[in-house]
């Protein structure tokens, strides 16, 4: 333990000690070979144009190789991997794309995609609004929402793990430790194996990620609520609006850029849910989704690399353009171009 310590701090120093040697001597470097002090006339005012041309490709230029090497390339690479066989050496042209749509297992995977786009996004925003309007009107609202944030500091693996302990099951006649078959038992019911119920089950783990995420669209939609003007608000009291009204006719339309966001920002993490379903039931009983089948046929059964890089394919075709247009609402709300 204490090794690896030693080696993640070690790993630090040099990474933050690199970063401030690299740049310093970059300028350094910079400023020998297109000095501007010592030289008069056009040739300081040249080598200064230089130098304002070359500076910022200084701090740039790293960034852009790494987002090249770990982003670009993969992704080219992947793509062309999509068009190969199951060991990635020989051209099969669209067959695995034919596959794809008309394997059950993978509309399988599709449809649960489409159940949890439907149900996580809205949720966690609708809840997310609700409790934000809520904690800001009474005198513990700050102590409320760091408890509703606190689940977004827990890894997926973490929360699901916790979240096993609440769906667990016992058998016939045994003491019931999950929390909610212990409820249903002193309610009189039977309980289930609640993650194993097709379909139903999808609902159960869906709410593990809005647990995670009602803190996150709650944050995100404060900040937005503090930012509505007061007068606005007294405006609508004043002419006999109540609570009810002044949510959703005052400050939800002033709001609604925000609310876009925050709602496609959890839609791509949905279309990418992987660590719920491999920790909670590894894709059984019908609850697989597309990152988690990618993951099955990459990495599992032998590995087929052309079919685990088409379905991740068909991943990014579905994330980028809803990124897309997130990136410029938030450009637009920040009163970007």
Same mark, same amino acid.
């Given at each position: 333990?204490?090794?690896?310590?030693?080696?993640?701090?070690?790993?630090?120093?040099?990474?933050?000690?690199? /970063?401030?040697?690299?740049?310093?001597?970059?300028?350094?470097?910079?400023?020998?070979?297109?000095?501007?002090?010592?030289?008069?006339?056009?040739?300081?005012?040249?080598?200064?144009?230089?130098?304002?041309? $070359?500076?910022?490709?200084?701090?740039?230029?790293?960034?852009?190789?790494?987002?090249?090497?770990?982003?670009?390339?993969?992704?080219?690479?992947?793509?062309?991997?999509?068009?190969?066989?199951?060991?990635?050496?020989?051209?099969?042209?669209?067959?695995?794309?034919?596959?794809?749509?008309?394997?059950?297992?993978?509309?399988?995977?599709?449809?649960?995609?489409?159940?949890?786009?439907?149900?996580?996004?809205?949720? /966690?925003? &609708?809840?997310?609004?609700? =409790?934000?309007?809520?904690?800001?009107? %009474?005198?513990?609202?700050?102590?409320?929402?760091?408890?509703?944030?606190?689940?977004?500091?827990?890894?997926?693996?973490?929360?699901?793990?916790?979240?096993?302990?609440?769906?667990?099951?016992?058998? *016939?006649?045994?003491?019931?430790?999950?929390?909610?078959?212990? &409820? %249903?038992?002193?309610?009189?019911?039977?309980?289930?194996?609640?993650?194993?119920?097709?379909?139903?089950?999808?609902?159960?783990?869906?709410?593990?990620?809005?647990?995670?995420?009602?803190?996150?669209?709650?944050?995100?939609?404060?900040?937005?609520?503090?930012?509505?003007? *007061?007068?606005? =608000?007294?405006?609508?009291?004043?002419?006999?609006?109540?609570?009810?009204?002044?949510?959703?006719?005052?400050?939800?339309?002033? %709001?609604?850029?925000?609310?876009?966001?925050?709602?496609?920002? %959890?839609?791509?993490?949905?279309?990418?849910?992987?660590?719920? $379903?491999?920790?909670?039931?590894?894709?059984?009983?019908?609850?697989?989704?597309?990152?988690?089948?990618?993951?099955?046929?990459?990495?599992?059964?032998?590995?087929?690399?052309?079919?685990?890089?088409?379905?991740?394919?068909?991943?990014?075709?579905?994330?980028?353009?809803?990124?897309?247009?997130?990136?410029?609402?938030?450009?637009?709300?920040?009163?970007?171009?």
């Amino acid at each position: 333990m204490s090794g690896q310590i030693i080696t993640a701090v070690v790993t630090i120093l040099i990474g933050v000690f690199g /970063c401030l040697g690299y740049f310093w001597g970059a300028n350094r470097l910079l400023d020998i070979v297109f000095p501007s002090k010592g030289v008069s006339g056009t040739a300081a005012i040249d080598n200064l144009r230089r130098q304002g041309y $070359i500076r910022p490709w200084l701090f740039v230029g790293p960034a852009t190789i790494i987002l090249i090497v770990y982003l670009i390339y993969p992704v080219i690479s992947t793509l062309i991997l999509s068009f190969n066989d199951r060991g990635g050496q020989n051209f099969v042209g669209l067959a695995n794309y034919k596959w794809a749509f008309t394997d059950r297992e993978f509309r399988q995977a599709i449809f649960n995609n489409i159940l949890w786009l439907a149900v996580v996004p809205a949720t /966690c925003t &609708f809840l997310g609004l609700v =409790i934000a309007v809520l904690t800001d009107r %009474i005198w513990w609202g700050n102590i409320a929402k760091s408890l509703v944030f606190m689940p977004l500091a827990i890894s997926f693996v973490g929360a699901s793990v916790i979240w096993k302990f609440v769906y667990e099951y016992r058998g *016939e006649g045994q003491t019931q430790i999950g929390i909610l078959n212990a &409820f %249903i038992q002193s309610l009189g019911g039977a309980p289930q194996v609640w993650i194993s119920l097709p379909f139903w089950n999808n609902f159960f783990l869906m709410v593990i990620l809005i647990w995670i995420q009602t803190g996150f669209a709650m944050v995100i939609l404060s900040a937005a609520l503090r930012g509505i003007p *007061e007068e606005t =608000i007294e405006a609508a009291v004043i002419d006999g609006a109540n609570p009810f009204q002044i949510f959703w006719k005052i400050m939800v339309p002033q %709001i609604w850029g925000t609310i876009a966001v925050v709602w496609t920002t %959890i839609t791509i993490l949905v279309l990418k849910v992987f660590d719920i $379903i491999l920790t909670m039931t590894n894709g059984q009983w019908n609850s697989n989704t597309l990152a988690n089948l990618m993951f099955d046929w990459m990495f599992r059964g032998g590995g087929d690399f052309g079919r685990g890089a088409t379905i991740a394919v068909i991943i990014m075709i579905a994330v980028v353009p809803i990124m897309i247009w997130n990136i410029r609402q938030a450009r637009v709300e920040s009163g970007g171009h």
